[in-house]
C-alpha cells in the first residue's frame, strides 16, 4: 500500500511540474543541442573559424578527374581557343562511338543527327538559324569551348560532360563534319 501511495503521490508531482508556464524553457539536458551555433553555408567562416567556399588556387588540378580550363569565355578567349587548343584524345573506335552515343543525347535535337542544323527542334520552329557544320570554319579547339561556355542561343555543357566526354563529341563532330563536305 505504501508503494501505492508513492506511485499516486509521483504522478501528482509530475502533472503539477509539467503545467508550468511552456514560453518560458525549463531545463536542458543538453543545453549544446538547443542552443547550436549557427554557420552559413556560404559564409567567409566554417567551422572552427576555417574558410570555406574557396576558389582553388590558379592552375591547379582537381583530384576527381576534372581537368581545368583556363581560357576565359569571351571572343579573345573563343579565338585562342581556336587557334591554340588541340584534342589530347587519341582518334579510335571507342572514342568515336562513345561520342556518337552522348552526340545524340545532347546535340541531336539541335543539330541534328547528321550535323547538318535540322535537329528536331528546329523542324518544330523552337530554334530556328541553328548552323550546318560545312558551313563554319570550326577546330577543335572552338568546338570544345562552345561545349564548355555555350554560345549564342547555345547554352553550356559543361555540368553534363565530362572532360573525356567532351573530346569525344568533338572528335564525333569533326566526323560529321568530314561526311558534310
Known amino acids: 500500500m505504501k508503494s501505492f501511495k508513492i506511485i499516486i503521490a509521483l504522478v501528482v ?3 503539477v511540474i509539467s503545467c508550468n508556464n511552456k514560453r518560458k524553457p ?3 539536458y543538453m ?3 538547443y ?3 549557427p554557420y552559413e553555408a556560404n559564409g567567409a567562416d566554417g567551422l572552427n573559424g576555417k574558410m570555406v567556399d574557396r576558389d582553388p588556387v590558379a592552375g591547379t ?4 578527374g576534372i581537368v581545368a580550363y583556363d581560357i576565359p569565355d569571351t571572343n579573345e578567349g573563343y579565338e585562342k581557343a581556336k587557334a591554340e587548343l588541340k584534342n589530347p584524345l587519341p582518334t579510335t573506335e571507342v572514342n568515336l562511338e562513345k561520342g556518337k552515343e552522348l552526340y545524340g543525347i545532347y546535340c541531336a535535337s539541335c543539330h ?3 550535323g547538318d542544323g535540322n535537329g528536331v527542334l528546329s523542324q518544330r520552329d523552337k530554334f530556328n538559324g541553328i548552323p550546318n557544320y560545312k558551313d563554319r570554319e570550326l577546330t577543335p579547339g572552338n568546338i570544345y569551348h562552345v ?3 555555350g554560345k549564342n542561343l547555345m547554352g553550356s555543357h559543361a555540368s553534363q560532360l565530362q572532360y573525356k566526354e567532351r573530346w569525344q563529341v568533338v572528335q564525333y563532330v569533326e566526323k560529321l563534319r568530314s561526311e558534310l563536305k
Open 26 to 28: 525549463q531545463v536542458q
Open 31 to 33: 543545453p549544446d543541442m
Open 13 to 15: 508531482i509530475a502533472s
Open 147 to 149: 561545349i564548355m561556355y
Open 61 to 64: 588540378v582537381s583530384r576527381n
Open 35 to 37: 542552443v547550436a551555433v
Open 112 to 114: 541534328g543527327t547528321k
